[in-house]
């Protein structure tokens, strides 16, 4: 039996889609272009399902945040299920305000009760994201040692130890994937002692 021919039309569209959004963009204390973030998501998220509207929110996941990209523009591309998974992954807004008024403890704090109660989909988006940021802290942490955190507007580590703890404590109903294995042990590797 041949095997049919994979529709990846959508991931394609959104694949080019992200990467005109982010374009002329690096990702902070990097010199390599920001659409890698988006990219390596997409592959963690491709370890999880194959469905394209997940795929595709995980290659966009940043528009809305970072870019001039709305919620209503990703609905009228790719459609509502992708731009409502999308929005489920966005903190602030392209104009730079936060989505949510309140201090970035709180803010941290209200995405991480919204993710603990989100569907699996948003999940693994959300995973797709945080193991690619986590597996850059770790790169990063082990090349500079403690200045690495100078990065961040948040300098404490026990703060970026908090949050990732409780970040794995949220996508736990992904614990038998490789990703979510993977998330933890990096996740125990740079912040066990400094919590």
Same mark, same amino acid.
């Given at each position: ?18 990467? #005109? ?5 690096? #990702? ?11 990219? @390596?998501?997409?592959? =963690? ?14 290659? +966009?996941?940043?528009?809305? *945040? $970072? ?7 990703? /609905?009228? *591309?790719?459609?509502?299920?992708? &731009? ?6 966005? $903190?602030?807004?392209? %104009?730079?305000?936060?989505?949510? @008024?309140?201090?970035?403890?709180? #803010?941290?704090? /209200?995405? +991480?009760? /919204? ?15 945080? +193991?690619?940021?986590? /597996?850059? =802290? &770790? #790169? ?13 507007? *948040? ?20 614990? @038998?994937?490789?990703?979510?294995? *993977?998330? @933890? ?9 400094? %919590?």
């Amino acid at each position: 039996m041949a095997n049919a021919a994979l529709d990846t039309s959508l991931v394609d569209r959104a694949i080019t889609f992200a990467v #005109r959004a982010h374009a002329g963009t690096r #990702r902070r204390g990097k010199e390599f272009p920001y659409i890698v973030h988006p990219l @390596e998501a997409l592959a =963690i998220v491709a370890t999880m399902t194959s469905d394209p509207e997940i795929l595709a929110a995980a290659v +966009l996941h940043d528009t809305v *945040e $970072d870019t001039g990209t709305g919620v209503e523009e990703l /609905r009228r *591309e790719f459609g509502a299920r992708v &731009a409502s998974l999308v929005a489920a992954e966005t $903190d602030t807004i392209s %104009d730079g305000s936060q989505a949510a @008024e309140g201090s970035w403890m709180e #803010r941290k704090r /209200r995405a +991480l009760d /919204r993710l603990a109660k989100a569907p699996l989909d948003v999940k693994m988006v959300a995973l797709g994201d945080k +193991l690619s940021n986590m /597996r850059a =802290i &770790a #790169r990063d942490f082990e090349a500079q040692g403690d200045s690495f955190w100078n990065l961040f507007h *948040e300098k404490d580590p026990k703060v970026h130890a908090w949050r990732y703890r409780a970040l794995a404590d949220a996508l736990r109903d992904l614990s @038998e994937t490789f990703a979510f294995r *993977e998330f @933890e042990d990096l996740i125990n590797r740079v912040f066990d002692g400094r %919590d």
